[in-house]
Structures are given as structure tokens and as C-alpha cells.
T-cell receptor, first 113, second 113 residues
């Protein structure tokens, strides 16, 4: 069965510094991987996805993610964090056969001024 | 373009009652999925519908049911509500295929007293 792990409940970073939110996955077959962000009392907003191709995926709001097959990781990154990036971030993997997304437990990102 | 819309935004029910949640997908999207997000956790897959047929079901009891209409909108029904059904219910739509991105609505916050 597919699964993802987000080992950090919270990541703290100062504004202007680079940020990384970690995600590891377990799948059978080729992984379809996603990152979503959730602001308080809101739904999930799509950031980026990896289906195939280049291991560095660029997404919305300056975010990017690096797919590493040997380490089964898909870490979210941003070169320079903004206070407005403070939110809850979810990594997800698509189940084979149909469109079920399996989510991690989420990582709260706190960017301090 | 309008995104995924859900109604109502909030509702409060008592144990044993029944509830119907509604979702309108992005125009042109033919697949709708439902997720339950309990406070502090990642979303859990409930159902996927594509072209008005159920294509996937998560590990939820038979009290949960759904359907998709000819205009691709969808309803999620929950019978005999339990306290543990209190959650944010998210609807997501996508074009069709397995690699398609799912776009989420703002959710319906259900509180069961």
C-alpha cells in the first residue's frame, strides 16, 4: 500500500532564509507525488506534482521539490521564505488504479519576521 | 474561472441525524473525490466518482454514501451521525486521468453534538 511520511510536525525558519519540508514515500510502481498547502479554515491548495521527468519540479509561489528515487524522498523547498508562507503543508502520493490521494500527517511551517 | 465550490460552509448536527454535503467541480472536470479531514490529521479518502460511477471507496462505513449527477456535481451523505464524524469534509475535482491534479474546494465543517 502507498504511504507517505512527514517526519517533522513543525519547521521554523526566519524570513529570507531557505526552507525545506521533508517527505518520504512508499509505493509499488512509479510514484505520483504531490504537495499541497492549507491555510487556517481553508481547503487545500495545489503547489506542485511529480509524475515523471526532471527530478526538480517547480511549482506555485516560488516553491520547488526534489524527487530522489534512491532515497524515496520528495522534499519541498523554497530559496527565500516569506512570513506569508506560514501554513500547514501536506505531501501526498496517488494510489494506483484510481485517484485516491494518500496524505501525510502534515508539517506546520512557521516563518518568523 | 470558478474553482471547486462546496455547500454549506458550516453545519451543526446532533448524533443520529443525517447530513448531505454538496460539491460543484471546476467546469469541464468529470471526476469528483471526497475526503474527510479530522482536526490535526491529513485528509482521508472517502470516495471517487468519475462519469457518474463510483471508481473508488476508502475505508469508511456504509453510513457514508455519495453520488454524482449528470452535470458532474456530487453529494456526500452521512447517516446516523456519530461524534467522530465531526470533521472538515473536502471535495476535489480533476479532469479525468490518473496523473491529473486534484483541486480542492474550501470544505464543509461538520460538527456533531
Amino acid at each position: 500500500a502507498q504511504s507517505v511520511a512527514q517526519p517533522e510536525d513543525q519547521v521554523n525558519v526566519a524570513e529570507g532564509n531557505p526552507l525545506t519540508v521533508k517527505c518520504t514515500y512508499s509505493v509499488s510502481g512509479n510514484p505520483y507525488l504531490f504537495w499541497y498547502v492549507q491555510y487556517p479554515n481553508r481547503g487545500l491548495q495545489f503547489l506542485l506534482k511529480y509524475i515523471t521527468g526532471d527530478n526538480l519540479v517547480k511549482g506555485s509561489y516560488g516553491f520547488e521539490a526534489e524527487f530522489n528515487k534512491s532515497q524515496t524522498s520528495f522534499h519541498l523547498k523554497k530559496p527565500s521564505a516569506l512570513v506569508s508562507d506560514s501554513a500547514l503543508y501536506f505531501c501526498a502520493v496517488r494510489s494506483t488504479g484510481f485517484q485516491k490521494l494518500v496524505f501525510g500527517t502534515g508539517t506546520r511551517l512557521l516563518v518568523s519576521p | 474561472d470558478a474553482g471547486v465550490t462546496q455547500s454549506p460552509t458550516h453545519l451543526i448536527k446532533t448524533r443520529g441525524q443525517q447530513v448531505t454535503l454538496r460539491c460543484s467541480p471546476i467546469s469541464g472536470h468529470k471526476s469528483v473525490s471526497w475526503y474527510q479531514q479530522v482536526l490535526g490529521q491529513g485528509p482521508q479518502f472517502i470516495f471517487q466518482y468519475y462519469e457518474k460511477e463510483e471508481r473508488g471507496r476508502g475505508n469508511f462505513p456504509d453510513r457514508f454514501s455519495a453520488r454524482q449527477f449528470p452535470n458532474y456535481s456530487s453529494e456526500l451523505n452521512v447517516n446516523a451521525l456519530l461524534l467522530g464524524d465531526s470533521a472538515l469534509y473536502l471535495c476535489a475535482s480533476s479532469l479525468r486521468g490518473q496523473s491529473d491534479t486534484q483541486y480542492f474546494g474550501p470544505g464543509t465543517r461538520l460538527t456533531v453534538l
